[in-house]
């Protein structure tokens, strides 16, 4: 059984950082593709973040370039999104997927889903 479990979320002031996890288990932890998303009160759930499995390639939404960074550590099946110069529009709950069909973040289907780890950021 595929599981995926966020962690590292909290309150953080502007211009703060946070590390969160997604440990994965239940699959082969080298061939995936996993993304962050987030949703905030009121909106939609938007992608953040894509690591691809094959080769390390990430990909970032357009307002958490140059200040969050998607990691993988394979040794212990957990993927990371290191979140710096937060601001309080990334104030959102944040969910990592898996595609464990394919490495590509670019044609990727999100089959498995976490639980989600709230992040908010006081102005």
């Known amino acids: 059984e595929v599981q995926l479990v966020e962690s590292g979320g909290g309150l953080v002031q502007a211009g703060g950082s946070l590390r969160l996890s997604c440990a994965a288990s239940g699959f082969t932890f080298d061939d995936y593709a996993i993304g962050w998303f987030r949703q905030a009160p009121g909106k939609e759930r938007e992608g953040v973040s894509c690591?691809?499995?094959?080769?390390?390639?990430?990909y970032y939404l357009d307002s958490v370039k140059g200040r969050f960074t998607m990691s993988s550590d394979n040794a212990k099946n957990t993927v990371y999104l290191q979140m710096n110069s937060l601001k309080p529009e990334d104030t959102a709950i944040y969910y990592c997927?898996?595609?464990?069909?394919?490495?590509?973040?670019?044609?990727?289907?999100?089959?498995?889903w976490g639980q989600g780890t709230q992040v908010t950021v006081s102005s």
């Open positions: 997927a898996a595609d464990v069909v394919t490495s590509s973040c670019v044609i990727v289907q999100y089959d498995y």
């Open positions: 690591i691809s499995s094959s080769d390390g390639s990430t």
